[in-house]
Structures are given as structure tokens and as C-alpha cells.
């Protein structure tokens, strides 16, 4: 018989060594709304989870250059996770 190699196996056989992406939740609070706030860019970080580290400098000027002649069209979501800071969600 042949032996599965990594299909059908489940999530976890795939996601073995690759880190804990476990969250505590009862140190975790947050009461979802559908508030629109505008927050300065300052106190923007990064979702701990974004896969892209480093981004192409030109594309990045592109977008800057996109946002400010047509400003943003869908809001991003964000979390606060101190005074004066939150992290993105999505966006």
C-alpha cells in the first residue's frame, strides 16, 4: 500500500515546526464596531500576522502616490492595542 505523503493528512501535518499562531483570548479583549475613526498614520503598526515583510520600494511609492490622488476606497481594520496604537487587521 502506498503511504500518503502530506494529502489528506490535515492542517496540522502541513503546519508541523512552523510556530504557534495560538492566541490567549481571556487576555485578549475587544468589542467589535462598525465605528469609522480617522487615526494618524503614527499610530499605526503592522498585523503581527502581515506575510509581507518587505515591500518593493517602487510599488510602495505607487501606492502612496495612488492613495493620495484618489484617497482610500474601502477602510482598513484596525485594533487597538494601547493608547495611541493600533494594529492593522485588514487593509
Known sequence: MVKKR???????????GAGSLDMDLDQTTWEPTEELKHLPVEWLQRGIYQPRRDLDQEALEELALSVREHGIM???????????????IAG
Open 6 to 16: 502530506g494529502l489528506n493528512r490535515g492542517l496540522q501535518a502541513l503546519l508541523q
Open 74 to 88: 474601502q477602510p482598513i481594520v484596525v485594533r487597538s492595542i494601547g493608547v495611541d496604537k493600533y494594529e492593522i
